[in-house]
């Protein structure tokens, strides 16, 4: 047979045959992963609000694809402890001092950011400064009205990079209160 | 290969032909994941599930596949296992699979298994393409687990082993933590720690080598002086 027909064919059936494998063991795990990232989504709700019901949350479609708002990963409407709060999943963008994700739960009725949890860093160094739960979201709770953003020594890079997430975050819900919905 | 053969095929990529500490490849992995016994293990686990099943298949398929397309049909079979393990890891340890991040998918583009393969698996039948699969994960594994036994040992000062299926904490061991050196579990200190390992290694591989032709020359001088001694005798 032609090397030009042999080698693609033998190529193409290596490729259907790992291929057809790989899908197997894809349908296999693929319902695992999800449940998996399921509930630490809800893990990372019950971090942010004790008593969350995680059925009720609802998924916010809006488009963030505006330079505005581009370390804004999505936003839900969590409801708990008889209130609703819209929680932002943030993502800075300073390489330097390491990407840090974070969620962020902004009060519907009042405005006020009323939560605060670190998912992930990659710079231990900076970004752990940030990790106290309870003493950062005490100064982020008048930061709004202050504008005074948490200081923390030697993580001056990682604050500008979570302050800008933050402010996005601000304004985004600003502008849905204001009526600038892009629903 | 001689059927006596078996065993070493198995035992000399562990130390003598070590994948990492020998032959220095695959380092990049290495470097990055060794910053606790438990990001080791994982890895090291993966390395011999991936290394053994492509060495297995490749061995089987190796009278097949044309010698012009070998590469890309051993990167296919390679990605293919690779991925398998990543979404393994993905549903049943998703906290060691998170932690270890990039570097699953990187396990494709890494030189041993290809070396491996290329090397050995295209050559060989499959029980032995299977040891030294076998052979080269494990040797891998010990490598990394030593490296991160003393990065984590210095870095964090003590040792935490947690279960990677529901990353429960199991064992938390740190006597050090007050005088830690958190250099050894950032890149500097990786390699850092792998140069005094090799250091180490290469010192204690030489001083075996010498001491092994000090006892050829002991042997030989002993056999030269009986022959001398028969020789005396004869005359």
Known sequence: MNKFIKLPLFLGGVCLFFGTALAAVYNVCNPIIQQNELEKKNAAYKNLYANVDVSSIKELEYDFSSADYKNIRGVVEVPHDNLSSYVYSLETDNPQSGNVSFMMGIQKDTGKIDSYAIISNNNSGYASKYENNETVLGELKSYDSTGTFPVYSGATKTKNAMKKAVDQALNHFKSLSLGGNNE | ?235
């Open chain 2, 1 to 235: 290969m001689k059927k006596d053969g078996k065993l070493a095929t198995f035992v000399n990529p562990l130390i003598r032909e070590n994948a990492i500490l020998v032959n220095l490849l695959g380092l990049c992995p290495v470097l990055g994941i060794t910053t606790s016994l438990n990001n080791a293990l994982g890895m090291g686990v993966a390395v011999i599930l991936v290394l053994f099943f492509t060495n297995t298949f490749i061995s089987l398929i190796r009278k097949w596949v044309p010698s012009e397309v070998r590469i890309p049909v051993f990167i296919v079979i390679i990605a293919c296992f690779v991925t398998m393990v990543e979404y393994l890891m993905k549903a049943f340890t998703p906290d060691l699979a998170s932690s270890l991040g990039l570097f699953i998918p990187m396990i494709t583009v890494n030189c041993i298994i290809l070396g491996r393969a290329e090397a050995f698996a295209s050559k060989n039948g499959v029980v032995d393409s299977m040891l030294d699969g076998l052979g080269t994960g494990v040797g891998f594994l010990i490598s990394c687990l030593i490296l991160a036994f003393f990065r984590e040992l210095l870095g964090t000062g003590g040792f935490t082993i947690n279960n990677p299926f529901n990353n429960e904490l199991l064992f938390s061991f740190l006597p050090f933590e007050a005088i830690k050196m958190p250099i050894f579990v950032q890149s500097s200190g990786g390699f850092m720690m792998f140069g005094l390992i090799l250091g180490v290694f290469y010192c204690i591989r030489i001083m075996m080598e010498e001491s092994k032709k000090e006892k050829e020359k002991k042997a030989k001088e002993a056999e030269n002086k009986k022959i001398a001694a028969e020789g005396k005798e004869i005359k």
